[in-house]
C-alpha cells in the first residue's frame, strides 16, 4: 500500500503539531492526503503556527493543554481521530532544571490524559483495528552511554534529568496502557532533531543566533559529548512510516547514525558561517567554555536495525548537508527568531543549580 493511500482517508490528531517536530508532522500528512488534521496544542512559548505557513486549509488548530482533561474529552468528541501523534513535550532540559513540575504536568499527566481519553474513545467506537496511538519519546530515558556500544529497545531506562525522567514515565504509561487495555499503540525513541524552524534555545540554532551578532558561543563543559543528530524531516518520514508499517504495542528506535561530538557541532556553524561572512573574524573565536550542564549525559547512540528491517527506512539528509542547509535558512529567517528574541527567549542561560 502506497502511503499516500494509507493517508488519504485518515483523521489524525497530532498534540503538540505548533512545536518544532508536530508542525513538520502536520506538513508531511498535508502532502500525503490525510482527510482530515486536527491540532491539539496549548501555543506555549515554543509553539508558533508560523511554522505551518501555507498549509492553513489542511488543518485546524485546538488551542488545548493536555493537563486540562475535560478540554481532551472535548477534543475528542470534535476530532474523530482514527490516529493519534503524541508530539506534544516540555522538551527542552535545561528548562527542566529550572522548573521541573511544569515537566511532570505536561508531560505525565498529559500524556496520562491523553491515554484514557483514546481508550475511552476507542472503546465507544467498538476498538476498530485501525486506530492507532503513536507516542514520541527520546533517547534521552536510557541514561548515558560510554566510548562504545548501542542503545536498543531492550536497553534499561536510566533517566538522569527532569526532562528524561518524566518521558521515561509517559513511556511507561503508554506501554501500560497497550498490555493493561489493549490501546493499540507504539512508542518511537529518537536522538536530537535539528533543522529549519526550531527554537533558538536548542544548541545548534542558539549558536547561530549568537555566532550572527558577535556573542559568545557558550559550549558546556569540555564539549565532548556526543549525541546522534538526524534532520527532522527524516524523523518524522520515519514517524509516519510507523504508522504505516510498524506493529502495535513496540517500541521502535529511530536514528541516523550520525554521532556528533557537541563541540564539532557547533565547529561545523563557525565553518558554514566563516563562509558566509569571509570579512568578519574567525567564528571559532567566538566559542568560550562555560559551566557544565548539572547531570549531563555523556553519550547517546542507537541501534535501528529492528526499525529499518520493519520499515527499509533510512535517512536521506546527511548531516554535513542538514547543517549548512539549517545555517542558510537561521541566516535568511531571521525575522522570525529575532521576535523570539524580543518577547520570549533573549538567548539567556537556563538550567544552573
Known amino acids: ?37 486536527i491540532v491539539l496544542d496549548k501555543l506555549t512559548y515554543a509553539a508558533d503556527l508560523r511554522r505551518l505557513d501555507g498549509f492553513q486549509e489542511y488543518f485546524s488548530v485546538n488551542k488545548t493543554a493536555l493537563e486540562d482533561n475535560e478540554a481532551v474529552r472535548n477534543t475528542f468528541k470534535d476530532a474523530q481521530p482514527d490516529i493519534v501523534i503524541h508530539a506534544a513535550a516540555e522538551s527542552h532540559v535545561d528548562r527542566s532544571i529550572d522548573g521541573p513540575g511544569e515537566f511532570v504536568n505536561s508531560n505525565i499527566v498529559g500524556t496520562f490524559n491523553l491515554l484514557q481519553n483514546s481508550l475511552s474513545f476507542w472503546r465507544e467506537k467498538g476498538a476498530p483495528s ?38 521515561a514515565a509517559s513511556d511507561h504509561l503508554v506501554k501500560a496502557w497497550w498490555h493493561t487495555y489493549g490501546l493499540p499503540a507504539m512508542i518511537t525513541n529518537c536522538g536530537n532533531n535539528y533543522g529549519p524552524w526550531q527554537f533558538p534555545e536548542k544548541l545548534i540554532p542558539l549558536m547561530i543566533a549568537n555566532a550572527i ?16 543528530w538526524i534532520h527532522v524531516s527524516d524523523h518524522v518520514q520515519a514517524l509516519l512510516l510507523t504508522l504505516e508499517k510498524g506493529d502495535v504495542g513496540e517500541t521502535y528506535l529511530i536514528g541516523s547514525g550520525e554521532e556528533r561530538t557537541n563541540c564539532s557541532v557547533v565547529e561545523g556553524v563557525c ?37 529499518k528491517s520493519k520499515t527499509d527506512w533510512s535517512p536521506k539528509v546527511s548531516f554535513e548537508q542538514g547543517l549548512v542547509d539549517t545555517v542558510d535558512w537561521y541566516l535568511e529567517n531571521q525575522s522570525w527568531w529575532r521576535e523570539i528574541q524580543t518577547e520570549k527567549y533573549n538567548q539567556e542561560r537556563l538550567g544552573v543549580l
Not at 518544532?20 to 492526503?33: C, D, M, P, T, Y
Not at 533517547?139 to 529497545?153: K, Q
Not at 563562509?275 to 547517546?300: M, T, W
Request: a negative charge; aromatic letters at 12%; charged letters at 25%.
Open 1 to 37: 500500500m502506497s502511503a499516500e493511500h494509507f493517508w488519504k482517508d485518515k483523521r489524525v490528531l497530532v498534540t503538540g503539531g505548533a512545536g518544532f517536530i508536530g508542525a513538520e508532522i502536520v506538513r508531511q500528512l498535508s502532502r500525503l492526503g490525510a482527510d482530515q488534521i
Open 130 to 167: 485501525q486506530f492507532r496511538f503513536l507516542h514520541i519519546s527520546t533517547d534521552e530515558v536510557y541514561g548515558s552511554l560510554g566510548a562504545s556500544g548501542f542503545f536498543n529497545e531492550e536497553s534499561s531506562y536510566d533517566p538522569r534529568s527532569p526532562y528524561s525522567a518524566s518521558k
Open 213 to 228: 551578532d558577535g556573542k559568545a558561543l557558550p559550549l558546556y563543559g569540555d564539549g565532548s559529548q556526543v549525541r546522534e
Open 271 to 307: 565553518d558554514h558561517m566563516n563562509q558566509c561572512y569571509p570579512a568578519r573574524e574567525n567564528f571559532s573565536d567566538l566559542i568560550v567554555n562555560v559551566q557544565d550542564r548539572p547531570g549531563h549525559d555523556k553519550r547517546y547512540a542507537l541501534d535501528v536495525s529492528k526499525f
